[in-house]
């Protein structure tokens, strides 16, 4: 399924008319304490937009926020096909899950809870198995159906939740830190899995992440969280020569960018 191509042309930043999620002047305080201000973001589909920012920035309350798990002020939009305005579904992967490691709840128990009103106890059909078995197929995790959510491992169990947060396709999937508990096979997986997912649902997905090269590689978009707002947002090689940016993470790309730049030119004289 395709999410609709938007024509709302009063969307100053999209470049090519695409359907877009705007985030305007969004604000969290918790215990009193302001911890995000005048936070503006628009996603488009088929963006990989990347959230980086130190420690504490306020990256996983951006995205709690978006969420609607804990309130904020400012508002949220999804603009659609018809140039209408409704409120975009969502898919999360959250950074932490804290589960009982002794439950009998199996990967299988989970879905059908999630998509049914079936008790535990119940012989599932075999159509809800196929859906099941389908769903974790996009994450290469339908060996997986069967298992004990407590006897998961960190990157199986961040496996079965992106294929949950992808039942069914969102229009925004809200990713934080996915990849924390993967490992270098796991990771390239996820992320091709993630870029084909991208181009073919035109998913928008907003992906927190500390992983600077993988976000160089995968993301289309890049928004720096710090000072409890965005401080810069754009292409990676935008943000990534972003003076705060360099000053945070101590970066220096330059190198990075003007070899990508070059290389560009030399695959241009080999067409
Ligand atoms: N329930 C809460 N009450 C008060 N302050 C909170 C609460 N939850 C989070 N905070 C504070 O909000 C700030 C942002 O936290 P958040 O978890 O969003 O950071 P983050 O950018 O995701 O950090 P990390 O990279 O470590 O995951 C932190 O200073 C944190 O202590
Ligand atoms: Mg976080």
Redesign the pocket.
């Known amino acids: 399924m395709k999410h609709p191509i938007c024509v709302n042309s009063d969307c100053k930043i999209c470049e090519s008319s695409l359907c877009c999620t705007k985030i305007n002047n969004f604000g969290v305080k918790?215990?009193g304490?302001e911890?995000l201000k005048n936070v503006n973001l628009h996603i488009h589909c088929g963006d990989l937009t990347a959230v980086i920012?130190?420690?504490?920035?306020?990256?996983?309350?951006?995205l709690k926020a978006i969420l609607g798990e804990i309130s904020h002020t400012g508002e949220l939009q999804f603009l659609d096909a018809n140039n209408g305005t409704t409120k975009p579904s969502m898919g999360y992967v959250p950074?932490k899950l804290d589960l009982d490691s002794t439950s009998p709840t199996s990967v299988l128990d989970l879905f059908a809870a999630a998509h049914t009103n079936l008790p535990i106890w119940f012989t599932y059909p075999k159509k809800i198995r196929e859906r099941v078995r389908e769903s974790l197929a996009l994450t290469h995790g339908e060996h997986l159906i069967n298992k004990r959510l407590g006897e998961l491992s960190g990157g199986e169990l961040q496996r079965v939740l992106l294929a949950l947060a992808l039942d069914p396709v969102p229009h925004l999937l809200l990713l934080?830190?996915p990849v924390s508990g993967i490992d270098q096979k796991g990771l390239e997986l996820f992320y091709q899995t993630v870029s084909t997912l991208r181009k073919n649902y035109d998913l928008s997905i907003i992906l927190?992440s500390?992983d600077l090269n993988l976000v160089a590689e995968y993301a289309n978009r890049v928004a720096f969280?710090n000072n409890r707002t965005i401080e810069c947002c754009g292409t990676p090689q935008e943000v990534f020569t972003n003076e705060k940016v360099i000053q945070t993470f101590g970066l220096d790309w330059s190198n990075r960018f003007q070899r990508v730049e070059k290389d560009w030119v030399a695959n241009a004289l080999l067409v």
């Open positions: 918790r215990s304490i911890i920012g130190p420690n504490g920035a306020g990256k996983s309350t951006l950074q934080d830190e927190v500390h969280v």
